[in-house]
Every structure is written in C-alpha cells, then in structure tokens.
T-cell receptor, first 116, second 113 residues
Framework: GAVVSQHPSRVICKSGTSVKIECRSLDFQATTMFWYRQFPKQSLMLMATSNEGSKATYEQGVEKDKFLINHASLTLSTLTVTSAHPEDSSFYIC????????????FGEGSRLTVL | AQSVTQLGSHVSVSEGALVLLRCNYSSSVPPYLFWYVQYPNQGLQLLLKYTSAATLVKGINGFEAEFKKSETSFHLTKPSAHMSDAAEYFC???????????FGKGNQVVVIP
C-alpha cells in the first residue's frame, strides 16, 4: 500500500512552453503533498507544500508564478512549470502524507524535466 | 528548525564489508528520523524510521539504525554490503505533527566487487 505515482517520468520541452507534472496517491487519500526539486548529485529541496482545497505554501525563494501547484482532490496534485527555461531543467519529486503526523512520506518516482 | 548532517558525500565499501553511514541531527524537541534510499532516476524509498519507540530500528534490505540521543546521532548500518546496495542514501528529520522533512545532503554508496 501507500503508492504514489508521478507522470510523466521524463519530459522534454522547448523553452517558453509550460509543462504539467502530475502526482497521484493511488491507494490512499493524501491531505498534504510536497513538491521537491533535486539537482544532480544533490539533496532534495522542498519547493512547496500542497494542501487539498487550499493554496499551496511555497518555500522562500521559489517563484509562485513560475511553479504553479494545484491540489484539486485528495489523490491528485499537479505542478506546472510555466514558461520553462533551460535553468528549470531538473528532477522533480513529489511526496504524499496520509495525515498521520508521523513524518512518514511516500514518494513518487520523480519526473525528469529537460528544457531545450 | 530541525536539520541533519551527513558527512562524506561518497562512500566506497567492499562487497561483504560493513556499511556505515553517519547522520547527526539537530532538534530542540524529540525528533522523528528517517533513512531513505534513492536509485538512479527514481524517487525515494523508505529504509527505516525512528518515531520515539525502540532506539534500535530495523529496516528493509538488512539495514538498521540506532538512535542515540546523547550523541544526537542516527547512523545507518548493514553488516555485509551487497552490490545492490549501490545507491544514494538520505537521512531526514522532522518532529511530531510536522510532515516537512529536512534532508541531509546524501551519501553516494559505491560497492566494490
């Protein structure tokens, strides 16, 4: 149980276009989802916390208008990278909480974004 | 705020030898501690977790970790390394009621045949 799926796993887009990444909790309801960015050979950087039915909370330094997060249901959160540029190329990972307040999160497989 | 420190970004270990990855935490309240493993181009998989129960925690794939409050440590060990243990390992910390994890910088484990 506790499976989180991300789609797409890899995406290549042209500079200036927008890309949407989906994060789904397949067998549980996720009241909170988190979005991370991971640069090569580095740790995960928390970008934002997504709560179902409310606005996402962004970490300091993360552009809200660049990275649009929507958590429309208890099983789906989306990250849209708007007007993507090559510097947005990265590995994006989502995680979901079952709301047990134990800190245990379930991670998606990650999405590799390459902006040409 | 909570934080963890992982030293030594790259760790080389011979197949069959002990795997030891160090993690020290900082927290003003009792922490919840986690070790995750990441294989190339994949998400994170939970190896084990400490949430204020037994201080010696056993996880998957033969890994275990011991919570030592006096040393503010949560080191990960495995008695005998296997080639399949080659991966990136992350230590993470949070506190009760907060699902925002703070991750360490990670250890890239290389297993030498």
């Amino acid at each position: 149980g506790a499976v989180v799926s991300q789609h797409p796993s890899r995406v290549i887009c042209k500079s200036g276009t927008s890309v949407k990444i989906e994060c789904r909790s397949l067998d549980f309801q996720a009241t909170t989802m988190f979005w991370y960015r991971q640069f090569p050979k580095q740790s995960l950087m928390l970008m934002a916390t997504s709560n179902e039915g409310s606005k996402a909370t962004y970490e300091q330094g993360v552009e809200k208008d660049k990275f649009l997060i929507n958590h429309a249901s208890l099983t789906l959160s989306t990250l849209t990278v708007t007007s993507a540029h090559p510097e947005d190329s990265s590995f994006y990972i989502c995680s979901a909480s079952r709301g047990q307040n134990t800190g245990e999160l379930f991670f998606g497989e990650g999405s590799r974004l390459t902006v040409l | 705020a909570q934080s963890v420190t992982q030293l030594g970004s790259h760790v080389s270990v011979s197949e069959g030898a002990l795997v030891l990855l160090r993690c020290n935490y900082s927290s003003s309240v009792p922490p919840y501690l986690f070790w995750y493993v990441q294989y190339p181009n994949q998400g994170l998989q939970l190896l084990l977790k400490y949430t204020s129960a037994a201080t010696l925690v056993k996880g998957i794939n033969g890994f275990e970790a011991e919570f030592k409050k006096s040393e503010t440590s949560f080191h990960l060990t495995k008695p005998s390394a296997h080639m399949s243990d080659a991966a990136e390992y992350f230590c993470a910390v949070t506190i009760y009621g907060n699902n925002r994890l703070a991750f360490g910088k990670g250890n890239q484990v290389v297993v030498i045949p």
